[in-house]
């Protein structure tokens, strides 16, 4: 472990160290389903919106290009974890749509900005090098 983490620090990364069970479950959120994410906003965003792509739009979707012989592997070895994250962005949109859909507006901004919140969080503890 000591080289490990000496070489980690070498190329000025923070080792953390897991069992394959957590780590796997804790990358199909902030790896594959991102990537899965991105694509699917690739895909469903039509063609002749292109001259309005900009920043937002080119960050989000930037690991849709990503080629799928390169996560096709990960998504089938991980396809358990991956599917419960998806679950799980899935009913985070259903909450969004159906506020869209009533019009409850005020109920939406909370969610939204629960959502900032929980961002910040996340980066932030990343940042210190440890997990919420």
Request: charged share 15%.
């Given at each position: ?6 070489l ?25 389903l ?21 920043s ?24 358990q ?9 899935g ?32 980066v ?9």
């Amino acid at each position: 472990m000591r080289f490990a983490a000496a070489l980690a620090a070498a190329v000025g990364a923070r080792p953390l160290w897991l069992d394959a069970a957590t780590h796997d479950c804790w990358v199909a959120s902030t790896s594959h389903l991102p990537y899965l994410v991105a694509n699917a906003l690739a895909g469903s965003t039509p063609p002749e919106a292109a001259p309005l792509v900009g920043s937002g739009f080119r960050s989000t979707t930037r690991l849709a290009p990503t080629p799928p012989g390169m996560m096709m592997d990960v998504l089938m070895t991980n396809s358990q974890n991956i599917l419960a994250a998806a679950r799980r962005f899935g009913e985070a949109m259903s909450r969004i749509e159906t506020l869209l859909a009533a019009g409850d507006y005020a109920a939406l901004q909370d969610l939204l900005e629960s959502g900032g919140r929980a961002q910040a969080q996340l980066v932030e503890a990343n940042e210190r090098g440890n997990p919420l």
